[in-house]
């Protein structure tokens, strides 16, 4: 027997082991395993959205050009810009690219004659008008820009040149169409430029010239290292075809100079980075767009994206380190396998010390069970513990009991067969009790059928979702007629087109989430049921219907199919809700049909300097009051981010132009921050079925456009003079400060012998030099005391108010006077820390002058000293904040004052 035990022992140790060390690998296989796949999936999901975040901000500068390009062809191929007047060319080359931001170089005109005109941002990033033709000699001459956008003095005098000669013109005069040209080195500014041109022709369709936009490509690598860098990875874009190097994320030259002057493209060949010249040159051969790249030392997932416009064919590779987060897995690999070790160490321990004591009672077990067998039903095996091997034997104990029991008394057995059937019944019944709390504990409704439809059972979820008190209510009724008898509009439903009938009968399932259910009160739900039949013995003897109410989310697909027609900020019809009406109104019975094509004056100015949510404020208040002065069955839609269109049915143009009266009406009253609310408004109206109804939409556009440019100059004038008095409504004493200001710089202007257009340009500076006060949060112009946050938001008043006046012709000229004007003698100024003669003339004049005025008023000075201590103010600062020979004559004139 001993011998047994040990054998059965020895073989429960080994089986032990054996599933404690496979349960242990399995368990670490898992988690490891999950580790890893999430740790890759996480990697994969970083470059994705990294490539995306790239190829968006590519695509976006390709698209500058492109926009501008087809924007302007349009103004040209409609006549609105007649480029043979050369004021009217050089404004338009002027204010094309005055509106852009310093990616674009410049915008030009290269005609068929050789002839070549536009406009161009110098090497200190002002703007010039480019002209060559034969006054010119053939030579490219540039012209500083006057306030009204006209050409001032010559600048330069530049080399040759024939546009005609230029890549840019020729691909776009050999494919007839827009395009983008090859790569090639700027003949004035030392970096890689590429060009995008757009094909001008006239009435007749002869080719006239070349429209093009060019732009720098310095500035692309920069944001290829903010997105790439912080993941310890890499980006670069190069020409698919010729694999030569357009910009990378490592501050890598993309070019360079011979000896002899000329430009050399540098090639995937020549990175330096041998990982990623490997990267670069495995796509190329392989053409693939996700792989994995490994060496001994190093593995990257890369990704490529390819962008694909007119004349363009690049690819954006992006490479990140597969381990990016393998130091976390190595961490949690140490931990888990000292914790693993010690666990199988205590494992071994308690096992050992389990068997010991299990098996000691063993040997008298199977002593007690042999004697059984030999018909000695006296023995019992001893109990000494209650775990399994008391379990066992107290069992045994049990069966020697029964069958001593069964032995002697039969009678006894039978009366307790009896009484354990009764107890089965009652199981059963209990059972049934169960499984009415399961269904009674659903959120669905249950509730089942027989053939003719009549309901045999419900629960408690059904009963309360249909409005019943009890199942007494339901059970026994015909529940299509009960439940089911009328469409959702409450006409009859009837029972031969009921498919819940239909599939009972066929014993199919089906399930729907488009009809109604009819509660007890009348109403009805949207449900989404499921009907399942039940089979006995091959036969359908009913079904079951399982239930939710889906009303709340009908509700709610209402509203998305509302969101995805209507513009969210306005709730005004979008663009494509707005041409699908547009084909529904198209009939004869409604025309005439006017259409009114509007822009808001002013939402760049008002995002740029308020923020957008001031932006968003003069959007709503716009299409507020378009659909206040317009009728319920007029349809207004909001088509861009400041353009709105009216469609008018049976409107003549008499109407329409009352329309547009009273809403340009409604717009002169009215203000958003410091902006008076304006459109620039264009109309046209259909009369007859043989006019197409886009012509008129794009003849109200044109007229808009007209519009805008004819009364862009008052437009301006109204809105800056709205700002300034804004501000002196709310603050008088800013009012007062700047006419004294105006006055006193007039003053010391003449004593300067200035001329007539200086003393009227520094008169009209010194009166908005303090315009940027108007963006300031509120409470700081007037407060005394101002925290170390305030002070710094008080120093941006010149910034924004050069950024306000920068925004318009009539201003333009004032801006750099305005931003100046805090500027210190001894270089301690803000906002660029100018020192001595470096500070514009007109600005130190106005410093001086302002600080005068703030200080003969401060009301901490007894009245009759405060000129006093005012000059002794301004002569202390005298080398300090102020240039000291204007301070000598300003004190003189404020003394024979």
């Given at each position: 027997m001993a011998s047994k035990n040990i054998s059965i022992k020895k073989i429960i140790t080994i089986i032990f082991i054996i599933s404690l060390l496979a349960s242990t690998t399995l368990i670490g296989y898992i988690i490891f395993s999950g580790w890893l796949s999430s740790t890759e999936e996480l990697s994969k999901g970083i470059l994705e959205e990294t490539s995306n975040e790239i190829y968006e901000k590519v695509s976006s500068f390709l698209f500058i050009p492109f926009h501008i390009n087809e924007w302007n062809y349009n103004m040209i191929e409609r006549g609105i810009i007649d480029l043979a007047n050369e004021e009217t060319r050089d404004k338009f080359f002027v204010n094309v690219l005055s509106s852009h931001g310093e990616e674009v170089y410049s915008f030009s005109l290269g005609t068929v004659n050789g002839e070549y005109y536009g406009a161009r941002r110098n090497e200190e990033g002002k703007i010039e008008i480019m002209r060559n033709n034969t006054s010119t000699g053939g030579h490219s001459w540039y012209y500083s820009v006057n306030e009204d956008m006209t050409a001032g003095e010559l600048a330069l005098k530049a080399g040759e040149f024939d546009p005609r000669t230029r890549e840019w013109y020729k691909i776009v005069e050999k494919l007839g169409e827009p395009s983008f040209s090859p790569i090639y080195e700027h003949f004035i500014m030392k970096d890689l430029t590429i060009s995008f041109g757009w094909p001008i022709y006239n009435k007749d369709g002869k080719f006239q010239g070349v429209l093009a936009t060019h732009t720098l490509l310095s500035e692309v690598g920069s944001f290829l290292h903010e997105n790439i860098a912080k993941y310890n990875g890499y980006a670069v874009i190069i020409e698919k075809d010729s694999g030569e190097l357009i910009a990378n994320s490592m501050g890598m030259e993309n070019y360079s100079y011979l000896k002899d002057g000329s430009l050399v493209r540098h090639t995937v060949c020549d990175i330096e980075n041998e990982s990623l010249k490997n990267v670069c040159k495995k796509y190329m051969e392989e053409n693939s767009y996700q792989f994995i790249y490994k060496n001994q030392k190093e593995r990257f997932l890369v990704n490529a994206k390819e962008v694909e416009i007119e004349g363009l064919n690049w690819t954006i590779l992006s490479a990140i380190p597969q381990d990016l987060y393998y130091g976390s897995i190595r961490k949690r690999a140490q931990y888990f396998i000292v914790l693993t070790g010690?666990?199988?160490?205590?494992?071994?321990?308690?096992?050992?010390?389990?068997?010991?004591?299990?098996?000691?009672?063993?040997?008298?077990?199977?002593?007690?069970?042999?004697?059984?067998?030999s018909g000695d039903l006296s023995q019992r095996v001893k109990m000494v513990r209650k775990d399994e091997i008391g379990g066992i034997s107290e069992s045994l104990n049990r069966v020697a009991d029964k069958m001593a029991y069964l032995i002697n008394n039969l009678e006894v057995t039978v009366k307790k067969r009896t009484e354990e059937l009764e107890r089965t019944n009652n199981a059963l019944e209990e059972s049934k009790t169960r499984l009415e709390m399961l269904l009674n504990s659903t959120v669905e409704g249950i509730y089942g059928i027989d053939l003719n439809g009549v309901c045999?059972?419900?629960?408690?979820?059904a009963i309360k979702m249909l409005g019943y008190d009890s199942q007494e209510e339901m059970l026994g009724k015909n529940m299509h007629q009960l439940i089911h008898h009328s469409y959702r509009d409450g006409t009859e439903f009837p029972i031969e087109?009921?498919?819940?009938?239909?599939?009972?009968?066929?014993?199919?399932?089906?399930?729907?989430?488009?009809?109604?259910?009819?509660?007890?009160?009348?109403?009805?739900?949207?449900?989404?049921?499921?009907f399942h039949p039940q089979i006995r013995d091959g036969k359908v003897i009913g079904g079951v219907v399982t239930f939710i109410d889906i009303t709340d989310r009908k509700k709610k697909e209402e509203e998305i199919k509302y969101l995805s027609s209507h513009d969210m900020l306005t709730g005004l019809q979008n663009k494509w809700s707005f041409e699908k009406n547009l084909e529904i109104v198209d009939t004869p019975e409604n025309l005439p049909i006017s259409i009114i094509f509007a822009d808001i004056n002013g939402l760049k100015l008002t995002n740029d300097i308020f923020g957008h949510s001031a932006g968003d404020e003069l959007i709503i208040k716009s299409s507020q009051i378009l659909k206040k002065h317009c009728r319920n069955n007029d349809i207004i839609a909001r088509i861009g981010g400041d353009e709105f269109i009216i469609l008018l049915p049976n409107t003549n143009k008499e109407n329409a132009k009352k329309v547009v009266d009273r809403i340009n009406q409604a717009f002169s009253d009215s203000c958003v921050v410091a902006i008076k609310c304006s459109l620039s408004i264009g109309m046209d109206t259909k009369v007859s079925e043989d006019q197409s109804l886009k012509e008129i939409m794009s003849n109200a556009e044109d007229a808009m456009y007209r519009d805008k440019?004819?009364?862009?100059?008052?437009?301006?004038?109204?809105?800056?003079?709205?700002?300034?008095?804004?501000?002196?409504?709310?603050?008088?004493?800013?009012?007062?400060?700047?006419?004294?200001?105006?006055?006193?710089a007039e003053m010391l202007g003449k004593e300067l012998n200035l001329s007539e257009e200086e003393i009227f340009k520094l008169k009209r500076a010194a009166y908005f030099h303090d315009i940027g006060k108007v963006a300031l949060k509120e409470g700081i112009i007037d407060k005394r005391d101002l925290s170390a946050e305030e002070k710094e938001n008080m120093r941006q008043h010149s910034i924004i108010g050069y950024r306000i006046l920068s925004l318009f012709d009539e201003t333009m000229d004032l801006a750099e006077y305005v931003y100046s004007h805090h500027e210190r003698w001894d270089g301690k100024g803000y906002p660029k820390g100018l020192k001595r003669e470096k500070i514009p003339l007109l600005?130190?004049?106005?410093?001086?002058?302002?600080?005068?005025?703030?200080?003969?008023?401060?009301?901490?000075?007894?009245?009759?000293?405060?000129?006093?201590?005012?000059?002794?103010?301004?002569?202390?600062?005298?080398?300090?904040?102020?240039?000291?020979?204007?301070?000598?004559?300003?004190?003189?004139?404020?003394?024979?004052?």
């Amino acid at each position: 027997m001993a011998s047994k035990n040990i054998s059965i022992k020895k073989i429960i140790t080994i089986i032990f082991i054996i599933s404690l060390l496979a349960s242990t690998t399995l368990i670490g296989y898992i988690i490891f395993s999950g580790w890893l796949s999430s740790t890759e999936e996480l990697s994969k999901g970083i470059l994705e959205e990294t490539s995306n975040e790239i190829y968006e901000k590519v695509s976006s500068f390709l698209f500058i050009p492109f926009h501008i390009n087809e924007w302007n062809y349009n103004m040209i191929e409609r006549g609105i810009i007649d480029l043979a007047n050369e004021e009217t060319r050089d404004k338009f080359f002027v204010n094309v690219l005055s509106s852009h931001g310093e990616e674009v170089y410049s915008f030009s005109l290269g005609t068929v004659n050789g002839e070549y005109y536009g406009a161009r941002r110098n090497e200190e990033g002002k703007i010039e008008i480019m002209r060559n033709n034969t006054s010119t000699g053939g030579h490219s001459w540039y012209y500083s820009v006057n306030e009204d956008m006209t050409a001032g003095e010559l600048a330069l005098k530049a080399g040759e040149f024939d546009p005609r000669t230029r890549e840019w013109y020729k691909i776009v005069e050999k494919l007839g169409e827009p395009s983008f040209s090859p790569i090639y080195e700027h003949f004035i500014m030392k970096d890689l430029t590429i060009s995008f041109g757009w094909p001008i022709y006239n009435k007749d369709g002869k080719f006239q010239g070349v429209l093009a936009t060019h732009t720098l490509l310095s500035e692309v690598g920069s944001f290829l290292h903010e997105n790439i860098a912080k993941y310890n990875g890499y980006a670069v874009i190069i020409e698919k075809d010729s694999g030569e190097l357009i910009a990378n994320s490592m501050g890598m030259e993309n070019y360079s100079y011979l000896k002899d002057g000329s430009l050399v493209r540098h090639t995937v060949c020549d990175i330096e980075n041998e990982s990623l010249k490997n990267v670069c040159k495995k796509y190329m051969e392989e053409n693939s767009y996700q792989f994995i790249y490994k060496n001994q030392k190093e593995r990257f997932l890369v990704n490529a994206k390819e962008v694909e416009i007119e004349g363009l064919n690049w690819t954006i590779l992006s490479a990140i380190p597969q381990d990016l987060y393998y130091g976390s897995i190595r961490k949690r690999a140490q931990y888990f396998i000292v914790l693993t070790g010690m666990a199988l160490i205590f494992s071994l321990f308690i096992y050992n010390k389990i068997t010991k004591k299990l098996f000691k009672p063993i040997d008298h077990l199977l002593e007690v069970s042999a004697a059984l067998s030999s018909g000695d039903l006296s023995q019992r095996v001893k109990m000494v513990r209650k775990d399994e091997i008391g379990g066992i034997s107290e069992s045994l104990n049990r069966v020697a009991d029964k069958m001593a029991y069964l032995i002697n008394n039969l009678e006894v057995t039978v009366k307790k067969r009896t009484e354990e059937l009764e107890r089965t019944n009652n199981a059963l019944e209990e059972s049934k009790t169960r499984l009415e709390m399961l269904l009674n504990s659903t959120v669905e409704g249950i509730y089942g059928i027989d053939l003719n439809g009549v309901c045999t059972f419900c629960n408690e979820s059904a009963i309360k979702m249909l409005g019943y008190d009890s199942q007494e209510e339901m059970l026994g009724k015909n529940m299509h007629q009960l439940i089911h008898h009328s469409y959702r509009d409450g006409t009859e439903f009837p029972i031969e087109n009921c498919k819940i009938i239909e599939y009972i009968r066929r014993g199919k399932v089906y399930s729907t989430d488009n009809e109604v259910f009819w509660k007890a009160d009348g109403t009805y739900l949207d449900v989404e049921f499921f009907f399942h039949p039940q089979i006995r013995d091959g036969k359908v003897i009913g079904g079951v219907v399982t239930f939710i109410d889906i009303t709340d989310r009908k509700k709610k697909e209402e509203e998305i199919k509302y969101l995805s027609s209507h513009d969210m900020l306005t709730g005004l019809q979008n663009k494509w809700s707005f041409e699908k009406n547009l084909e529904i109104v198209d009939t004869p019975e409604n025309l005439p049909i006017s259409i009114i094509f509007a822009d808001i004056n002013g939402l760049k100015l008002t995002n740029d300097i308020f923020g957008h949510s001031a932006g968003d404020e003069l959007i709503i208040k716009s299409s507020q009051i378009l659909k206040k002065h317009c009728r319920n069955n007029d349809i207004i839609a909001r088509i861009g981010g400041d353009e709105f269109i009216i469609l008018l049915p049976n409107t003549n143009k008499e109407n329409a132009k009352k329309v547009v009266d009273r809403i340009n009406q409604a717009f002169s009253d009215s203000c958003v921050v410091a902006i008076k609310c304006s459109l620039s408004i264009g109309m046209d109206t259909k009369v007859s079925e043989d006019q197409s109804l886009k012509e008129i939409m794009s003849n109200a556009e044109d007229a808009m456009y007209r519009d805008k440019a004819l009364n862009r100059r008052s437009v301006n004038k109204e809105i800056i003079q709205t700002i300034i008095e804004n501000l002196h409504i709310k603050h008088d004493s800013e009012r007062r400060h700047s006419m004294e200001v105006s006055n006193l710089a007039e003053m010391l202007g003449k004593e300067l012998n200035l001329s007539e257009e200086e003393i009227f340009k520094l008169k009209r500076a010194a009166y908005f030099h303090d315009i940027g006060k108007v963006a300031l949060k509120e409470g700081i112009i007037d407060k005394r005391d101002l925290s170390a946050e305030e002070k710094e938001n008080m120093r941006q008043h010149s910034i924004i108010g050069y950024r306000i006046l920068s925004l318009f012709d009539e201003t333009m000229d004032l801006a750099e006077y305005v931003y100046s004007h805090h500027e210190r003698w001894d270089g301690k100024g803000y906002p660029k820390g100018l020192k001595r003669e470096k500070i514009p003339l007109l600005s130190r004049i106005i410093y001086i002058v302002e600080s005068y005025e703030r200080l003969i008023n401060n009301k901490d000075i007894p009245e009759d000293k405060r000129k006093e201590y005012a000059i002794n103010e301004i002569k202390k600062a005298s080398g300090k904040k102020f240039d000291p020979n204007l301070v000598e004559i300003f004190i003189k004139i404020i003394n024979n004052e």
